[in-house]
């Protein structure tokens, strides 16, 4: 792959890592050991009734899925910008040929090419 090329998925790849974290940091709290994120139960201070906790019960409940989803991304985000670092990002880890240019564009942080994609 060109360098120039890297660079720019890079750029992407980085302005990505970087809205993601702070949709998770909306409603979630980072791990201690900087990957992992844990869901805030959402509480507010006036809440003291039933209705009221089991709304809140119901939001949290909501907010798993997202966070679950918005961490996965997140994981292989970090993990192609550490592919970058190692110099062996845009190869499929299927086939080992390299991904297409036209995939890394639109999925910068994919591991597969168009045709071993999941
Ligand atoms: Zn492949």
Redesign the pocket.
């Known amino acids: 792959m060109n360098q120039e090329l890297q660079n720019e998925l890079k750029g992407k790849l980085e302005e990505i890592k970087k809205s993601l974290e702070n949709e998770l940091s909306a409603f979630a709290t980072k791990g201690k050991d900087g990957n992992d994120w844990e869901t805030r139960f959402p509480h507010e201070e006036n809440c003291d009734d039933i209705e009221c906790e089991t709304d809140e019960v119901e939001e949290y409940e909501n907010l798993l899925p997202v966070e679950h989803a918005l961490e996965l991304r997140l994981k292989d985000v970090n993990s192609a910008l550490e592919r970058i670092s190692n110099n062996s990002y845009g190869v ?1 880890e ?2 080992h ?1 390299e991904i297409e240019k036209e995939r890394l564009e639109i999925l910068p942080e994919t591991r ?2 168009n ?2 994609k999941i």
Do not use: D, F, L, M
């Open positions: 499929c299927n086939c040929n597969t090419c045709n071993c």
